[in-house]
T-cell receptor, first 110, second 117 residues
Framework: EADIYQTPRYLVIGTGKKITLECSQTMGHDKMYWYQQDPGMELHLIHY???????EKGDLSSESTVSRIRTEHFPLTLESARPSHTSQYLC?????????FGPGTRLTVL | AQKITQTQPGMFVQEKEAVTLDCTYD???????LFWYKQPSSGEMIFLIYQGSYDEQNATEGRYSLNFQKARKSANLVISASQLGDSAMYFCAMRAYSGGGADGLTFGKGTHLIIQP
């Protein structure tokens, strides 16, 4: 059983607000990822990290930013939320091949 | 760049029957991995099975097996003796280990599997 956590699970927020989606894992994995998934659609990689102080943009362009100050923590921030950011955001971590996913955050921006 | 194609948007299957979910992929990399994930309506992604491009034997995990046909670039998931709890979205994904590019999984659009009693 993977130990990767995301908070909040659900978030409804107004346009223009700054939000931070939290992701943490207790497995000591160096690699962590953020994916975005619109309802009924596939996942797209938006950010990844190889370890502390390493962050890279993924295949899908995103206005969000990430940081990796500690191995276990990989938060995602939106400085000014817009309705187009409404989606599910899934965090994952990996040691070798398999990626373990968190439960996801369903974000709705009104 | 990698591409995953899942041609079955939805499937209805009788309980206890075997199910085959189709997946084809496209990549120019020689070293890659293929994955299947299950996503129930609650939204979490559950890892099912993995196949490396150099693995000669098809991967199996309990009721799940991966029918890997490298020459056809096919990685179908087979679920034996389906159960009502198997109803979910199923995603095929891949990751290339050689070359540049973002280090993450490329997903297909998924197949919505519904098991009927």
């Amino acid at each position: 059983e993977a130990d990767i956590y995301q908070t909040p699970r659900y978030l409804v927020i107004g346009t223009g607000k700054k939000i931070t989606l939290e992701c943490s894992q207790t497995m000591g994995h160096d690699k962590m990822y953020w994916y975005q998934q619109d309802p009924g659609m596939e996942l797209h990689l938006i950010h990844y990290s190889y370890g502390v102080n390493s962050t890279e943009k993924g295949d899908l362009s995103s206005e969000s930013t990430v940081s990796r100050i500690r191995t276990e923590h990989f938060p995602l921030t939106l400085e000014s939320a817009r309705p187009s950011h409404t989606s599910q955001y899934l965090c994952a971590s990996s040691l070798y091949n398999e990626q373990f996913f968190g439960p996801g955050t369903r974000l709705t921006v009104l | 760049a990698q591409k995953i194609t899942q041609t079955q948007p939805g499937m209805f299957v009788q309980e206890k029957e075997a199910v085959t979910l189709d997946c084809t992929y496209d990549t120019s990399d020689q070293s890659y991995g293929l994955f299947w994930y299950k996503q129930p309506s609650s939204g979490e992604m559950i890892f099912l099975i993995y196949q490396g491009s150099y693995d000669e034997q098809n991967a199996t995990e309990g009721r799940y097996s991966l029918n890997f046909q490298k020459a056809r670039k096919s990685a179908n998931l087979v679920i034996s003796a389906s159960q009502l709890g198997d109803s979910a979205m199923y995603f095929c994904a891949m990751r290339a280990y050689s070359g540049g590019g973002a280090d993450g999984l490329t997903f297909g659009k998924g197949t919505h599997l519904i098991i009927q009693p």
